[in-house]
């Protein structure tokens, strides 16, 4: 598996900016779609069409062998190859909110982030939560709507509080991955 992080600011001064985007979050779309194609060209893979599965899972229509996942948000673009299915995402910093956590999160993870003291530990936890959460739906395919419920990431002491899904209705092996850098979390599930 591998990843690369993207600046706005890069993949600006590789492609440019697309004026007929009409919004910010388009403009990163098309910005990760080139970087997506440049990169699967440097990996030798020639014709890098993609199309989505039912749930929005994208794939490479003749390269089945190659998988990948995209995320962005507002400054950063996170690409992730592997040869297993594979998904990324990336936030910057989100302020924990305990409804919305109750009410689309596993009760388990609800516990969880209300042992936190201190708002900006329990707004770490939450992003570091939520990326680990959506990086697993893009690896197997589940999509985020009416899923976060039906499964549990903790964090078990071993190896460095390494996230595991301790709760799971899908039989699907998945590694995980979270670590923060240049101002986001990085999540990454990876089938095995």
């Not at 697309?18 to 979050?25: E, R």
């Not at 388009?26 to 699967?40: D, E, F, H, N, V």
């Not at 297993?84 to 596993?106: A, C, N, Q, T, W």
């Amino acid at each position: 598996m591998e990843y690369y992080l993207y600046h706005k600011d890069r993949a600006e001064g590789l492609f440019g900016r697309d004026y007929l985007q009409t919004s910010k979050n388009r403009q990163m779309s098309y910005w990760s779609k080139q970087l997506l194609i440049r990169k699967a060209h440097r990996k030798g893979l020639s014709n890098c069409a993609y199309k989505f599965t039912r749930e929005g899972k994208p794939f490479f229509i003749y390269h089945p062998e190659s998988h990948f996942s995209i995320s962005h948000n507002q400054d950063w673009i996170g690409i992730a190859f592997s040869n297993h299915s594979v998904g990324i995402d990336i936030e910057k910093i989100r302020v924990y909110k305990p409804m919305l956590v109750k009410r689309f999160f596993h009760p388990k993870e609800y516990e969880f982030l209300q042992s936190f003291n201190f708002q900006d530990e329990k707004n770490e936890a939450f992003t570091r939560l939520w990326t680990l959460k959506e990086a697993y739906v893009k690896c197997t395919g589940t999509g985020i709507a009416n899923n976060f419920d039906k499964f549990a990431i903790s964090f078990k002491l071993i190896k460095e509080n390494k996230p595991v899904i301790s709760i799971c209705e899908n039989s699907t092996r998945v590694s995980l991955a979270s670590f923060y850098q240049e101002g986001v979390f990085i999540s990454i599930a990876e089938e095995y």
